[in-house]
């Protein structure tokens, strides 16, 4: 193992959504000692650390993204007690928890927002964004809320306009009073001091807001029919340069704790989301990479990004790589169960922390949502929803997949879960389960794979090319993102015997100045 790199920058991050991981108290929806029953599942398939999505008490407009209480458990996963059995059960398996951190909004029923909007001279009233309507009775400026309609919520009882980026429901928070700043911080600590070994921070870009308030401008790209939030250029409204302040005092926090992690929400352009590593790697350890969610599914497209981001990387930044999560379309949904495994090969092959989404292990895929089942708020209010990629974990083919014993689930199961699912894929050899865990054991062994070099060979065509180094060692992930058959030269420095194909079947294999690959197919060669 590399040993000179730390736990999250050579592991595996599994993200669990946990309204739809396992239920063990029968009534749909998944709890904290569901996720406990499974850690064994976890610990054999090979990841090291799970995200667990919030499930902090919450009246559950945004399903866990609206906090009433920072420091405890809803009851619907279960107790603070239930955690630490979670927390402790992980850490003897070797597999560290990371929380789901919701710093820039609470929920309006939060003890904080009742205070503040009780009345005008509140000691914490300046803890959220309040300001008088313009003369005309409008609200202060024309920002948008990222769930529909505008960013502002007039309060009858105290006459002004609060802001919330999300929905009403969600006031944000006004991270420049440094009372806030400390009040959340100390949340921080209470989870850090309880074991966590670190967070995924929500929107983390969010936190600062152009203090003038000043009109976003319009975006002269966006046409009738798309998202209308994205109607506007978000420029005054997040990402603001002040936020890096707040992004190296939360990394103080984590600095007075050993080995935690601090991975940032930052859906921002790359030359932005560098800015978040902190000018001296003093910011967040991880701002999250997207865009393997975001580009287009093509080899030279792929490939070109890679080397931007390796190349836009501060130097002792640590790169890390997401294929999937709770907030868009499933990769088997996006690119079809063919290239979904090219896409398990190439997230557990580059260089950086891969981060796993629940169920993409299996293939799972995206379904289409009744409407009378729809809860997602950004579709009932847009018409564009996740629900689609948060639906139950299919674990066997008994009723409602394992996930439940109620007569039905939060949402919709997939409907091919008796033939898709852990108990059917653990006995297939051939089976996307057993890649991804082939994938991970490999990377888990081979320094080169975990920590070494990156190197793009070809990015033409079909065909994404590139080779990972350490020490002398190395491999070459070769992979085909067409639909047909495709021969690849090699120059002399790349023979060896393939150590893994995406079809499971050529493993041994010699391989010399050509590697023929089938349709769909992504093969890793040993070199030497």
Not at 44 to 73: H, N
Not at 470 to 491: D, P, R, W
Request: glycine residues 8%; charged residues 25%; aromatic residues 12%.
């Amino acid at each position: 193992m590399a040993k000179e790199h730390l736990w999250w920058q050579t592991g595996i991050v599994y993200q669990i959504y946990p309204r739809s991981f396992q239920d063990t108290s029968g009534n749909g929806v998944g709890d904290l000692p569901g996720i406990l029953s499974r850690l064994d599942y976890l610990q054999w398939l090979g990841v090291t650390a799970i995200w667990i999505s919030p499930c902090f008490r919450s009246p559950m407009k945004d399903f866990g993204y609206d906090v009433s209480d920072y420091r405890d458990i809803d009851p619907l996963f279960g107790t603070l007690s239930d955690m630490d059995d979670v927390i402790a059960a992980a850490h003897e398996r070797g597999i560290r928890v990371i929380l789901d951190f919701v710093p820039n909004h609470t929920s309006d029923q939060h003890p904080w927002f009742i205070e503040s909007r009780s009345s005008r001279d509140n000691p914490k009233r300046d803890w959220y964004i309040w300001r008088d309507a313009k003369a005309d009775g409008s609200p202060p400026n024309n920002w948008l809320a990222n769930f529909g309609g505008i960013g502002w919520q007039w309060d009858e009882h105290t006459n002004q306009f609060y802001y919330h980026a999300f929905l009403r429901e969600q006031p944000d928070l006004n991270w420049r009073n440094p009372e806030v700043r400390e009040a959340m911080f100390g949340v921080l600590r209470f989870w850090l001091d309880r074991g966590v070994d670190g967070f995924r921070v929500d929107v983390l870009y969010h936190l600062i807001k152009d203090e003038q308030l000043r009109d976003n401008p319009e975006n002269p790209k966006w046409e009738e029919g798309e998202n209308p939030y994205r109607r506007l250029k978000a420029v005054y409204s997040s990402d603001q340069d002040e936020v890096h302040d707040v992004v190296r005092e939360m990394r103080r926090v984590f600095d007075s704790y050993d080995d935690r992690v601090i991975i940032g929400e930052t859906y921002v352009p790359l030359r932005r989301l560098v800015k978040y590593y902190g000018e001296n790697n003093d910011g967040a350890h991880m701002p999250f990479n997207f865009q393997l969610l975001l580009l287009e599914w093509r080899a030279e497209r792929i490939g070109e990004f890679i080397d931007r981001y390796e190349g836009a990387l501060p130097e002792g930044a640590w790169p890390n790589w997401v294929l999937g999560n709770h907030d868009y379309p499933r990769i088997a949904w996006r690119v079809g169960a063919a290239q979904a495994r090219i896409a398990a090969m190439l997230l557990l092959t580059l260089r950086g922390t891969p981060t796993l989404y629940y169920g993409d292990e299996l293939g799972m895929a995206d379904i289409e949502i009744p409407p009378d089942r729809v809860v997602d708020p950004p579709a009932l209010t847009l018409g564009v929803g996740r629900d689609g990629e948060r639906t139950p974990m299919q674990w066997d083919a008994s009723p409602n997949a394992g996930f439940t014993s109620a007569e039905e689930p939060w949402l919709p199961l997939a409907p091919d879960y008796a033939a898709q699912n852990t108990a059917v894929q653990r006995e297939d050899t051939l089976s996307m389960l057993t890649l991804h865990r082939r994938l991970i054991h490999l990377r888990q062994s081979e320094d080169a794979l975990m920590a070494g070099t990156y190197h793009r060979m070809y990015a033409e065509g079909d065909i994404l090319a590139y080779s990972r180094r350490h020490n002398g060692g190395g491999f070459a992930v070769i992979l085909n993102l067409g639909g047909s058959e495709q021969v690849v030269e090699l120059g002399p420095a790349d023979s060896g015997r393939i150590a893994l194909s995406t079809h499971l079947d050529r493993e041994g294999d010699e391989v010399s100045s050509r590697v023929k690959l089938r349709p769909d197919e992504g093969v890793i060669i040993r070199l030497g």
